[in-house]
């Protein structure tokens, strides 16, 4: 069986109006689009989709935690995840997705997947540089720290400098 069957919501038989929908993302999402920065994760996603006549608005409000790997120590910690994304979904000749904000699906069309958006929304709203928090409140004791914060006073330390560089400061 298909993971991303999941996500998929069949609207035509719905009536215009609001419609809401929950669901539950789990790594098996990631682990199908090949993405493995992840742990684990345990995501509730609340869907509501309003249909029009002629389009459908989809509001996604995702939140739950995310197991990751800090980038700094490689210590693994639980990430609060907390998003919103809202796009229209529009009806056309052929499909496209270019448009982070709207979706063309072809004329006919009687269900959506939001396994696409839920991946993107989710792994977009990470930072570039995941940091434990532990890191930054001076909690958290690994030797991986250790290791660094040595690095770090040798090089405070060491005033010893190459003299093809301290030409180069004469430029100034």
Known sequence: M???SAYKITFSGLKEGNHNFNFE????????????????????????LIKKSNLLEIEIKSKGTINLNCHVSDESFDYDHSEYHKFVVKFGNS???????????????????LSQQLYEMIVLSLPLKVVHPGINDGTLKSKTLERLKDFQNRKINSKNTDPRWDKLKDLK
């Open 2 to 4: 298909n993971p991303l």
């Open 25 to 48: 993302v789990s790594n098996q999402l990631f682990l199908y689009f090949k993405y493995l920065e992840f742990n684990n994760c345990k995501i509730s996603a609340d869907v509501n």
């Open 95 to 113: 499909f496209n997705d270019e448009d982070p904000e709207m979706l063309v699906v072809p004329f006919g069309t009687y269900e959506i997947n």
